[in-house]
């Protein structure tokens, strides 16, 4: 039933994230009125409103207004200065929780990310088990709250995330992205301000499905360039990927060793397995890598990385072993202990996304047996099972 997904794009942001984060902090504030910002001096503050808890908010008070503005709406408000560390802190803690759920994860500012979870529902059931769970982990983890929208693209998972807030889910499946977006004001379009705002109602333009009703040709000609965007984000057309956060474009693990090791063969068998676990965490998520990369780092903590960038991509235990242990060999002669050896695969694309190529094609199969060996290994235990295929080259090896 999924399959009329074509990406499946989630938009995260936390509700009043610097208030509820005051609130968490100071429990005699729950459902209260709090206003994070600048120091309001009994009404002749400078400075403005960072945010407001929804309970301020029913007073009117804004993010960006006048701190003094917001004191004449609401002189009984909890006013409180922000503690920008802590934020970050959360902030932090959130994006790992979101990480759990895919590699592809882009955080946009301190409360809001994307996320593309393509190839992370199967993991889950469906679109809907999977937005719940991510609410479900974050309220779990830190108590706070977080809105999430769920659309084939990006622009429409935005505003899917801001629909219902606080604490709301909002899907918005591929059927029904038009339907969902005409009745909405034009003013929620990304890239929509106040100065395009007012040529849109000069036209008497006020919803998204008016603005549709305009031919792409008219829309140029009164809106110059934006009069494209317009057209498409009219229709919710938005081809824009997840960027990968850069710490993520990687998938990698890495071991420390108890007692420094120089045995090379005891480096090889940790590399096997360390190569095991990226290949079974690209499979999960459904990604390939091209290059893989060898950590070293030897008893006096000096870090050494060797990479090698394939012709193909990968997400084969037994190629990412095979260069790994390539690498390794450069260095024959280790100059000390090793206290520390990784290895990562980065330049990932998407599983579905990669051409068809000779190669793919004759590792097909291969890549089918190594599917099934994880589905068993996480059903019975990392033990239970010996690779048939990773042992092969083990013998290779040993036999030479
Ligand atoms: P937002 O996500 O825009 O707002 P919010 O999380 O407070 O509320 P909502 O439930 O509507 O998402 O911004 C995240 C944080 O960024 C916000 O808590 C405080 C900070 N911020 C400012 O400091 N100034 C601003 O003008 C805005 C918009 C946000
Ligand atoms: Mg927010």
């Known amino acids: 039933m999924e399959n009329r ?71 009984h408000g909890i006013y409180v200065r922000p503690h920008g560390e802590v934020y970050a802190q959360y ?30 529902v199967h993991l889950f059931g469906s679109v809907e088990d999977l937005a719940l769970e991510i609410k479900r982990r974050i309220f779990q983890q830190t108590r706070l709250t977080a809105s999430i929208g769920v659309a084939p693209s990006k622009s429409v998972a935005k505003i899917a995330s ?14 029904q992205v038009q339907a969902f977006l005409d009745p909405l004001p034009v003013r929620k379009i990304w890239g929509v301000g106040e100065k395009t705002y007012q040529q849109l109602h000069h ?14 040709n ?18 919710g057309e938005d081809e824009r990927e997840v960027e990968l956060d850069d710490e993520i474009k990687s998938v990698s693990h890495e071991t420390t060793f108890d007692v420094d090791e120089s045995r090379l063969d005891v480096l090889d068998d940790v590399l096997l397995n360390l190569s095991e676990k990226v290949g079974r965490r690209l499979r999960k998520y459904r990604l390939k890598g091209k290059t893989i990369q060898l950590k070293l780092r030897f008893s006096d903590f000096s870090t050494f990385t060797r990479s090698h960038t394939l012709s193909h991509y990968t997400n084969l235990t037994e190629d990412i072993y095979r260069v790994g242990r390539h690498l390794l060999q450069e260095f ?48 019975y235990g990392a033990l239970a099972l010996t690779h048939a295929q990773t042992l092969g080259v083990k013998q290779q090896r040993k036999g030479k």
């Open 5 to 75: 997904w074509p990406r499946v794009i989630i938009h995260v942001d936390m509700d009043a994230f610097f208030a509820a984060v005051e609130q968490l902090l100071h429990p005699e504030w729950k459902g209260k009125p709090v206003i994070v910002g600048a120091d309001p001096r009994g009404g002749r503050g400078r400075g403005v409103v960072s945010t407001a808890s929804y309970e301020a908010r029913q007073f009117g008070v804004r993010s960006a207004m006048p701190i003094s503005q917001a004191y004449r709406l609401c002189p």
């Open 91 to 120: 902030s932090r803690q959130i994006m790992q929780i979101l990480a759990e759920f895919t590699p592809r994860i882009q955080a946009v500012s301190i409360d809001e990310a994307f996320l593309d979870v393509t190839g992370s």
């Open 162 to 175: 801001d629909f219902q807030k606080p604490d709301g889910l909002t899907i918005v499946p591929p059927e």
């Open 203 to 216: 036209l008497g333009i006020e919803t998204i499905g008016q603005l549709r009703q305009y031919p792409l």
């Open 218 to 235: 008219v829309l140029q000609q009164k809106f110059g360039k934006m009069g494209e965007h317009l057209y498409r984000m009219a229709r």
């Open 332 to 379: 024959q002669q280790l100059p000390q202990p090793v206290r520390l050896i990784g290895i990562g695969v980065s330049h990932l694309v998407d599983e579905s996304g990669v051409q068809l190529s000779f190669w793919d094609l004759e590792n097909e199969k291969k890549l089918q047996l190594e599917k099934i060996m994880d589905q068993l290994q996480e059903k």
